[in-house]
């Protein structure tokens, strides 16, 4: 005899991919579809599993779910995710990674050669009817002096190391720990890294342990020569800082993919030509995207079928469920 299939909760939007994949194993309720949030809450607050898109997962929120069993989030960041409230009720919480690390990479590595070689601005330039009156001005930067400081070094970030390699241009890395089996040289300290570097190149996690890691004492170790790539979250570089520093010319440009309150932008930096501002583009393909929706379906279509999710996190490994 057939089971009834398992109910699971959507929130954000109801993308193709992730829909028509969930729905192959599961009943799903679309909060998109919902007049009334918190009727919606309370009408589904026996699910056990939650797709999320997009939105705040907050204790709160999950407080609302006592069954609930398993969080598929879209995206390799999850800081819009209690993990301790989620960790703390067996709950476990799955990201997209490694389907997205190389269109992140491609990306990091546009940005960071636009930011240098100031290709947006001479674009501009060009459409603005400049050159015909006379050349670009020389780019003040290039690649070929500068060494890039790796600030983390996970998948990304060595993906990113291994395009640096290819264009000859010289790596080093901060994290907490040395990365086994990684030949470029690790700091212990990223105020070290910064003063002997030419690039710090953001690639963290967001959230309360890397917030405002970027600051004003880091960035003026960079130096007047330094430029910043922010691939990670805004969280991570205190934005103030960052532009007095690029007022001040403490530091010589920034490439940014990330803000503290996208989409939202500040007008300082809108306004400046040291800076190249992407809108939150890193993954931003139609390929990417839908290996990542896939992948949000198929951890949630593993554990409808009582296997184990495919990405969890590391505060919530997976262990054998209990659903006695």
């Known amino acids: 005899m057939a089971t009834e299939k398992p109910e699971a909760v959507l929130f954000g939007p109801a993308k193709p991919t992730i829909v028509k994949g969930l729905e192959t194993g599961c009943t799903v309720y679309k909060a ?5 949030h918190d009727a919606f809450v309370a009408k589904h607050g026996q699910v056990r599993a939650i797709a999320c898109a997009q939105g705040n997962m907050s204790a709160d929120l999950l407080a609302r779910f006592p069954r609930l069993e398993i969080i598929a989030s879209f995206g390799v960041g999850y800081d819009h995710v209690d993990v301790k409230y989620a960790a703390a009720h067996g709950i476990i919480v799955t990201n997209t990674p490694e389907v997205l690390t190389e269109e992140v990479a491609d990306t990091a590595l546009g940005l960071l050669l636009c930011t240098v070689r100031e290709l947006p601005q001479s674009e501009r330039y060009l459409r603005g009817g400049h050159w015909i009156k006379k050349n670009y001005p020389l780019s003040k930067a290039t690649l070929r002096d500068r060494t890039v400081g ?3 070094m996970g998948a990304i970030g060595q993906a990113i190391a291994r395009r640096l390699d290819a264009f000859g241009v010289p790596v080093v890395y901060h994290t907490r720990k040395p990365r086994a089996g990684l030949a470029y040289r690790h700091y212990p300290k990223l105020i070290d890294m910064a003063r002997d570097v030419d690039v710090l190149m953001v690639i963290v996690p967001g959230g309360a342990a890397t917030q405002n890691l970027i600051n004003a004492e880091v960035l003026d170790a960079l130096g007047p020569d330094g430029v910043v790539i922010n691939m990670a979250r805004g969280s991570v570089v205190d934005e103030p800082a960052l532009i007095k520093a690029l007022k001040d010319k403490r530091i010589m440009a920034a490439g940014l993919d990330v803000f503290a309150k996208e989409p939202d932008v500040p007008r300082d930096l809108l306004e400046m030509d040291n800076v190249v501002l992407f809108p939150h583009v890193g993954s931003a393909s139609v390929h990417t995207r839908e290996k990542m929706d896939q992948l949000v379906a ?3 279509l593993a554990w409808a079928a009582g296997k184990p999710p495919l990405t969890p ?5 997976f262990r054998a469920w209990n659903r006695g």
């Open 298 to 300: 198929d951890n949630i």
């Open 313 to 317: 996190v590391a505060e919530t490994p």
């Open 32 to 36: 998109v579809d919902a007049n009334d």
């Open 150 to 152: 790796m600030v983390g």
